[in-house]
């Protein structure tokens, strides 16, 4: 029992210090464990955001500024509301309701469909098929369409006789004071109606241009719809002129349905 003692001021001793030190160790590292521990949560943070930042961007790029998404927007152009699937609205800015100056289009021909992960090539112009046609919208300025402006302007201009092409087409060009060098104009009869008519890019810029050919048509209220296409698409003008004119009926009849 003698030396009991002396073991007893020793474990009080060794208790007292270890104390001592945890309570040392608690005032002197409790405000950096929590320093830590914020850090980790903060970087946690920073990692999932720059992993679904990363993701939403890659997305974006992957894109390149087409969209699948087909919720119908409704446009006001002029006096005209068209109802139109964002997938078909070429720039994204313009993809949202309310009134526009001009609202540009592209689809694919001929089904006349918007973009989609399946037709990702043609709409960006990876493939040879050239199937995209570029259509824009504005409230419509010239008293004729591009058909009805043949026998007062274009007859004047062009150089007679022309070529022939496809489909019943006649080539004909421009003299270099027309205002219209580096294109031709193509012009196809049609019973009862102005003919078809289509002025068209040549040379170097023709090769360069996705869509060299473009034609006017008006639509709906007072409203002009300008489409460009690939030259190729000559062969069946027939075919692409009534596409078009039901594809805008489409748009404007659409809106028509949704306003009811």
């Given at each position: 029992?003698g030396?009991?003692?002396p073991v007893?001021?020793?474990?009080?001793g060794?208790?007292?210090?270890?104390?001592a030190?945890?309570?040392?160790?608690?005032?002197?590292?409790?405000?950096?464990?929590?320093?830590?521990?914020?850090?980790?949560?903060?970087?946690?943070?920073?990692?999932?955001?720059v992993?679904?930042?990363?993701?939403w961007l890659?997305?974006?790029?992957?894109?390149?500024?087409?969209?699948?998404?087909?919720?119908i927007?409704?446009i006001?152009?002029g006096?005209?509301?068209?109802?139109?699937?964002?997938?078909?609205?070429r720039f994204?800015?313009?993809?949202r309701?309310?009134?526009?100056?001009?609202?540009?289009?592209y689809?694919?021909?001929?089904?006349?469909e918007?973009y989609?992960s399946?037709?990702?090539?043609?709409?960006?112009?990876?493939?040879?098929?050239?199937?995209?046609?570029?259509?824009?919208?504005s409230e419509?300025?010239?008293s004729?369409?591009?058909?009805?402006?043949?026998g007062?302007?274009?007859?004047s201009?062009?150089?007679?006789p022309?070529?022939?092409?496809?489909?019943?087409i006649?080539?004909?060009?421009?003299?270099?004071?027309?205002?219209?060098?580096?294109?031709?104009?193509?012009?196809?009869?049609?019973?009862?109606?102005?003919?078809?008519?289509?002025?068209?890019?040549?040379?170097?810029?023709?090769?360069?241009?996705?869509?060299?050919?473009?034609?006017?048509?008006?639509?709906?209220d007072?409203l002009?719809?300008?489409?460009?296409?690939?030259?190729?698409f000559?062969?069946?003008?027939?075919?692409?002129?009534?596409a078009?004119e039901?594809?805008?009926?489409?748009?404007?009849?659409?809106?028509?349905?949704q306003?009811?």
């Amino acid at each position: 029992m003698g030396d009991g003692r002396p073991v007893a001021n020793h474990v009080s001793g060794c208790t007292m210090k270890e104390a001592a030190a945890t309570q040392q160790f608690r005032i002197v590292d409790s405000p950096l464990m929590t320093r830590v521990f914020y850090g980790l949560v903060a970087l946690a943070i920073l990692s999932l955001a720059v992993t679904v930042a990363g993701k939403w961007l890659g997305e974006r790029i992957a894109m390149g500024g087409h969209t699948d998404d087909t919720t119908i927007h409704a446009i006001v152009v002029g006096d005209n509301l068209l109802a139109v699937p964002a997938n078909m609205i070429r720039f994204e800015q313009a993809r949202r309701n309310g009134n526009a100056e001009r609202l540009d289009l592209y689809v694919r021909y001929p089904a006349m469909e918007g973009y989609s992960s399946a037709a990702r090539d043609a709409f960006n112009h990876a493939d040879a098929s050239d199937s995209i046609l570029f259509l824009g919208f504005s409230e419509q300025i010239m008293s004729r369409d591009m058909s009805g402006r043949f026998g007062p302007i274009y007859s004047s201009l062009i150089v007679s006789p022309g070529k022939p092409g496809p489909a019943g087409i006649t080539f004909h060009e421009f003299p270099e004071n027309s205002g219209y060098l580096g294109e031709m104009l193509a012009v196809a009869e049609r019973p009862g109606r102005d003919p078809f008519v289509a002025r068209c890019l040549t040379g170097p810029a023709a090769e360069k241009s996705l869509a060299p050919c473009e034609r006017d048509i008006v639509v709906g209220d007072r409203l002009s719809l300008t489409y460009r296409f690939p030259q190729r698409f000559l062969d069946e003008w027939q075919a692409l002129d009534a596409a078009v004119e039901n594809f805008a009926a489409s748009m404007l009849g659409a809106s028509a349905a949704q306003s009811r």
